[in-house]
């Protein structure tokens, strides 16, 4: 069936009616239920067979057309875990567990044991005060971070967020932070890029999580250089004064998770997280798809 639509239609256009379709039957399932609310029966009634529609509607969408994988574009025939990215990526991308250095983030060698330190964290010391990784910035990993940058590609950043949270529930959840905030872009290149990827995984995780997302309240007042273009040593002084807070008493003895798409030498996230600190936040945790090893 799928094969005699292909051919007769541009497949990118039935994919964006389909999803039209069952926004449109979630907004009618809405509607109804705000026309019933003051009937709580009624409005139950509604919700279910609503829900019972969009299951059978959807059900019906994926035999048509299977999801996509947002990386490789393969047909997913059986989605692990409703996970827009295919059980090839994800082994390939995502190590079972990522064992690392429990402050900086950095890869273990030897024996596979998480330390509280390593050679990567000792200088300068870094001010936030543990990592979350998905996994190392190498092959498809580092891929996926560099297509990330590009505001067409906003899908494949949201299905890493999903996929993150997913493969690292368990210590994202166990951090016990109180809000979600990503590294912040300078306006004008957040205005030329068209995107910012931290923002795009801090909803993803905030949705997610269960957290409010605080898109606001770091500001880059600093129109800084690429770290990419400096030593790892410069990357440090690049970053001093780069950012402020706009609202601090919303981060008195704040638990936070600072959200970005990579961490290096570590110096964006350490001079953000000095700067919430000193803005009253007790404990600041970067979360970040990919742990680079502070050479790049
Ligand atoms: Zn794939
Ligand atoms: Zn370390």
């Known amino acids: 069936m799928a094969g005699i639509f292909g051919h007769l239609v541009d497949c990118q256009s039935l994919h964006f009616i389909t999803q039209l379709s069952v926004l449109s039957l979630w907004a009618t399932v809405r509607l109804l239920g705000l026309l019933f609310r003051t009937h709580g029966l009624m409005a139950g009634l509604v919700r279910q067979v609503g829900h019972s529609l969009m299951n059978i509607a959807s059900g019906g969408l994926n035999l048509l057309f299977p999801p996509r994988c947002a990386y490789c574009r393969v047909d997913i025939a059986e989605p692990e875990d409703h996970l827009p990215i295919c059980p090839e990526c994800c082994r390939r991308m995502v190590p079972e567990k990522w064992v690392g250095c429990r402050h900086c ?6 024996d596979g044991e998480s330390s509280d330190h390593c050679s990567l964290c000792k200088h300068p010391p870094l001010l936030f005060d543990t990592v979350v990784a998905m996994g190392g910035y190498q092959d498809n990993l580092r891929d996926v971070i560099l297509r990330m940058k590009n505001p067409r ?4 950043t949201l299905a890493m967020g999903r996929l993150f949270v997913q493969k690292r529930f368990s210590e994202l959840s166990g951090l016990g932070v109180e809000m979600i905030v990503p590294v912040p872009m300078y306006w004008k290149r957040r205005l030329v890029r068209g995107t910012n990827s931290a923002e795009l995984l801090a909803r993803c995780l905030g949705r997610k999580l269960g957290l409010p997302v605080r898109r606001r309240l770091l500001v880059r007042c600093k129109n800084t250089k690429p770290q990419s273009e400096l030593s790892p040593k410069k990357r440090f002084s690049n970053m001093r004064g780069a950012f402020r ?3 601090p008493h919303l ?4 638990r936070v998770l600072l959200v970005d798409d990579v961490l290096t030498t570590g110096a964006t996230g350490s001079e953000a997280a000095g700067v919430l600190k000193k803005a009253g936040a007790s404990m600041v945790a970067v979360a970040v798809i990919a742990r680079a090893q502070g050479k790049e």
Do not use: M, P
Not at 105 to 110: M, Y
Not at 153 to 156: G, K
């Open 105 to 110: 983030g950095g890869a273990i060698s030897g």
């Open 251 to 254: 981060l008195q003895d704040a």
């Open 245 to 247: 807070v706009r609202t």
């Open 153 to 156: 590609q906003e899908t494949l």
